[in-house]
């Protein structure tokens, strides 16, 4: 990543994941890794299929893989994009909100002990405070085969372009909606959704690394989501009172929060 990329947000330079070195380049290894673990549970049809997925950015990107294309990070996007980009910018997209709303048994959660994955869904009279990404042309085909098999493995996101206001002005970029029809589609209630992500783990780490980092990165933007601080102090709070150990990189000084 070039250092100018980072020009309308320099709070964010040496706060991303060189593309290189991210997990999510090496989405064909861990796709057999994932594989293997479903079959052993005796889920062999458990993601779409590769011909299936690559439909689906063939149909979403038709006509735009020669040009550059803006992509909007509401999660981990943020810190770990793992694609290649040439410019970044703060980014909000209005009647959207951020929520902890799929069901998740992988990644940062088993089936033991469920977690949380974050989605945008839609929200009339919100705002989901982002950023937006720019992946340059001569880029756009490659990079976003890897964005796919990273987003669209069980085919629980819709791929659509949304407006985005940025301060350098209004733009259209690609975001991966939360599908409320999908099996994994899990609107749980405040409550449970602390209870899950406090105690999820799985090959990735813990559910609640991911939460506290997106709470960094947000305050590193300056953005202010209370629902995102509400939910992590409810986490901090419910491993306190059941005397588990908090990992280092999962504890926030948050007001609320032991």
């Not at 062999?44 to 990070?73: K, M, N, V, Y």
């Not at 994009?81 to 951020?98: I, K, N, T």
């Not at 085909?141 to 819709?158: H, P, Q, V």
């Not at 780490?205 to 992590?232: C, F, K, Q, S």
Request: hydrophobic share 40%; charged share 30%; proline share 5%.
């Amino acid at each position: 990543m070039q250092d100018d990329a980072f020009r309308h947000c320099p709070a964010l330079r040496g706060k991303i994941q060189d593309p290189e070195t991210s997990i999510f380049r090496r989405m064909e290894e861990r796709y057999v890794e994932y594989d293997a673990r479903m079959a052993e549970m005796g889920r062999a049809h458990w993601r779409l299929s590769h011909e299936d997925r690559e439909a689906t950015r063939a149909s979403a990107l038709a006509g735009r893989l020669d040009r550059d294309l803006w992509i909007f990070g509401y999660g981990s996007l943020i810190w770990d994009p793992a694609v290649h980009f040439d410019q970044l910018r703060r980014a909000d997209a209005h009647g959207f909100h951020r929520r902890f709303c799929l069901h998740l048994e992988g990644g940062r959660g088993s089936p033991e002990r469920p977690g949380l994955m974050a989605s945008l869904d839609g929200a009339e009279g919100q705002i989901c405070e982002g950023v937006a990404l720019r992946i340059p042309a001569a880029l756009v085909d490659a990079e976003t085969k890897l964005m796919w098999m990273r987003e669209m493995i069980t085919g629980a996101y819709i791929p659509a372009f949304i407006a985005l206001d940025t301060p350098q002005g209004p733009i259209e970029a690609l975001a991966f909606l939360v599908k409320r029809g999908d099996e994994r589609y899990c609107d749980c209630g405040d409550a449970e959704a602390a209870r899950r992500i406090a105690f999820a783990e799985g090959p990735l780490g813990t559910n609640l690394e991911y939460l506290a980092r997106l709470v960094e990165h947000l305050e590193t933007l300056d953005i202010v989501d209370p629902a995102m601080t509400d939910l992590l102090a409810a986490c901090l709070a419910l491993r306190h009172e059941a005397g588990v150990e908090t990992h280092p990189g999962a504890t926030r000084d948050l007001p609320g929060a032991p």
